[in-house]
């Protein structure tokens, strides 16, 4: 096994084997795959992501870590291994908090710092932190893990079960699940009332409420739904643990075609690529009627209907919020509140959304810079707080009082009941693809929509186009926090304001991706062809740097 690195935790010496150091860090093939000593990485919004060759003594460290936070806390914490809607080449590792919400930016820096420390400083590095935080007796620690259907998963979960063993703090290796699923676990553990802190009692909690809203659903005497839903899963964990949830649902509720079952993980398919390419996922054509895609680890969920050019209507993450929300409204017309009601979006939200909300809805819309957590703490702020990314990531969060007025209201009155229901459906923890798919079929249903009808009832997308550029270094594009400007390079703005300028209704941005070296364009204007041309003019600009 070769030399063996020594430090102290909890007053015992840490023996970290060699195949979990940086000097060897064996990878899922059983080959070295050695780190520099002064390579860098960066806990980002999806926690720690790269080549799977380079992961393992990145889950090690993380996993230990978990162990500190959980003894910290005294409670359950997540560690989930999944690269989502990378390819499958990729993996990544997050911790997940005991809410079930993101790890804290304290530890996050935490995180980092463990990481990025050398062999010889890394026991250094574990004794320093250990003396920093509070880690008395904690008989409630535990981390609880899971992977997707990556090849190099049950690998790092080796990893992450030797990292945890530091400090000897109990670990539950949950196998193959969703990354939604093990947030839900990580909040039932430390909430028993939440719901049951198992993967059937995450089927039970969904599949209950969805029977439930099913029945208190009047469908309209002349209604276009239909249950039938062509699937794409992405050839990730959405296939088999969908299926587990369709157990417990008939078909007369719901009807799924599966497509993109167990080829290779995001290749032509899945949500991120539906999103992005606008096109057709590998194995759909145009005679499929109403259609969704998974990501990778099924946290994000876009519908699309083929259209008779190989090409799609999108509904994204912005039509899926604005369809909740007006359901969610039109059930609160019914009740004597002042529940405070708020629509969270990105930079990257539809201009035509983000009008629609607020001269239909009446609520004006706040916007945050990209990532779950900032949408999520922006959301949180009101009694019910809907929230989704353009990429079809998101949520809706319900507060203390709405449990009052709501969830604990014995009252016959159906807007109350179907409430409580919506409220138990939609997994508020964390943005999770099958919670948000039984939503929008249960909506669509109650206004007797069709696909077509969702898409046009509401409003018209703003032709929009997204480019990913490559660059060396993405970390010398600086931009404002909510994402729209962008301050460094200095005088790019310019450049940009001036591409924009040149067409109507347009808008556009540049910023770097929180996970890859990669630069993002987002470009909107009044027609294909304008906002194809404002797109790649902004690419071009990246391109001259």
Not at 13 to 24: D, L
Not at 152 to 161: I, P, Q, R, V, W
Not at 374 to 387: C, M, P, R, S, T
Request: hydrophobic share 35%; proline share 4%; charged share 25%.
């Amino acid at each position: 096994m070769g030399q063996a690195y020594s430090g102290m935790a909890d007053s015992l010496p840490v023996k970290v084997p060699a195949i979990y150091s940086r000097n060897q860090n064996v990878n899922h093939n059983g080959q070295q795959s050695p780190i520099a000593q002064d390579e860098k990485f960066a806990y980002g919004t999806a926690g720690f992501r790269n080549n799977a060759d380079k992961l393992t003594f990145i889950v090690f460290r993380c996993a230990y870590l978990a162990g500190l936070r959980a003894r910290q806390q005294n409670q359950t914490i997540g560690l989930m291994i999944t690269a989502s809607h990378n390819p499958a080449c990729d993996n990544g590792v997050k911790i997940v908090d005991p809410k079930g919400d993101m790890l804290a930016a304290d530890w996050e820096k935490y995180a980092t710092e463990l990481v990025n420390s050398t062999d010889d400083q890394f026991p250094t590095a574990v004794r320093a932190l250990e003396v920093k935080v509070n880690k008395t007796f904690a008989p409630n620690a535990k981390v609880v893990c899971a992977i997707d259907t990556r090849e190099s998963g049950k690998h790092l979960m080796n990893a992450a079960k030797a990292g945890v063993a530091i400090f000897n703090v109990e670990f539950e290796n949950h196998g193959i699940l969703t990354t939604p699923q093990l947030h839900y676990l990580v909040k039932c553990n430390n909430e028993p009332s939440f719901g049951r802190p198992s993967e059937f009692g995450y089927y039970c909690t969904l599949a209950n409420a969805f029977k439930k809203l099913h029945h208190l659903t009047n469908e309209p005497e002349e209604s276009n739904y239909s249950n039938k839903l062509v699937l794409d899963c992405a050839n990730g964990v959405g296939f088999p643990r969908f299926q587990d949830l369709l157990q417990l649902i008939d078909e007369r509720y719901l009807n799924i075609e599966f497509r993109n079952e167990n080829g290779e993980l995001n290749f032509g398919c899945g949500a991120d690529f539906v999103k992005i390419s606008q096109v057709l996922p590998a194995n759909f054509n145009s005679n499929d009627e109403k259609c969704a895609s998974f990501d990778g680890d099924a946290d994000r969920l876009i519908y699309f209907k083929p259209t008779s050019d190989n090409k799609i209507n999108l509904l994204d993450g912005d039509k899926i919020a604005v369809l909740l929300a007006t359901y969610i409204k039109d059930q609160l017309k019914n009740i004597e509140t002042d529940l405070t009601f708020g629509i969270i979006q990105t930079a990257y939200a539809n201009g035509s959304s983000s009008r629609y909300i607020e001269e239909k809805l009446g609520v004006i819309p706040e916007i945050v810079p990209t990532g779950v957590k900032n949408l999520h703490h922006a959301a949180i702020k009101y009694d019910i707080g809907v929230y989704f990314e353009a990429n079809g990531h998101g949520t809706v969060v319900f507060s203390e009082k709405f449990d009052e007025v709501i969830r604990r209201n014995s009252s016959e009155n159906l807007s109350i009941q179907r409430l409580q229901l919506i409220s138990r459906v939609i997994n508020e923890v964390v943005g999770d693809a099958f919670a948000d798919l039984l939503a929008v079929e249960i909506v669509l249903r109650h206004y007797g929509w069709s696909i077509e009808d969702w898409n046009e009832k509401l409003y018209k997308d703003v032709p929009n186009i997204q480019i990913k550029v490559p660059v060396e270094d993405r970390s010398i594009f600086k931009t404002t926090w909510e994402e729209t400007t962008l301050i460094e390079p200095s005088g790019i703005q310019d450049l940009i304001n001036a591409e924009v300028e040149k067409y109507s209704n347009s808008r556009a941005f540049i910023r770097p991706s929180g996970t890859e070296n990669i630069v993002r364009v987002y470009a909107e204007a009044d027609t294909v062809e304008d906002t194809e041309k404002l797109g790649r003019s902004l690419e071009n600009i990246v391109k001259s740097l």
